[in-house]
């Protein structure tokens, strides 16, 4: 069956940083953008960031611009988050996601089809 495994989550101090991987197997990364998702407690699943197929584009959320970078390699069937300046309010599950098609068409859920499991981040305020 088709996986997405996250990785990478943490406690880290206010200002800090983590970098998430997320593989995929069972299926060719590359054909499709992949999406970064998150949800705090309480709230609802939000858009983190999203990279198409062959990584030339990428889309953020304003919340993370200028902190985050979605990068993937095709070859190892992986893409990341490097997150850095972390905040408490960037605390909860990160999830990673395959979009339905190549391209980023934005960060709305119903975008894409496979999820993975999550991976908890943890910023104490």
């Known amino acids: 069956q088709l996986q997405l495994v996250e990785s990478g989550g943490g406690l880290v101090q206010s200002g800090g940083s983590l970098r998430l991987s997320c593989a995929a197997s069972?299926?060719?990364?590359?054909?499709?953008?992949i999406g970064w998702f998150r949800q705090a407690p309480g709230k609802e699943r939000e858009g983190v960031s999203c990279?198409?197929?062959?990584?030339?584009?990428?889309n953020y959320a304003d919340s993370v611009k200028g902190r985050f970078t979605i990068s993937r390699d095709n070859a190892k069937n992986t893409v990341y988050l490097q997150m850095n300046s972390l905040k408490p309010e960037d605390t909860g599950v990160y999830y990673c996601?395959?979009?339905?098609?190549?391209?980023?068409?934005?960060?709305?859920?119903?975008?894409?089809?496979?999820w993975g499991q999550g991976t908890q981040v943890t910023v104490p305020s």
């Open positions: 996601t395959r979009a339905s098609r190549s391209s980023c068409l934005g960060l709305d859920p119903g975008l894409f089809d496979y």
């Open positions: 069972r299926f060719r990364m590359d054909y499709y953008a």
């Open positions: 990279i198409s197929s062959n990584g030339r584009s990428t």
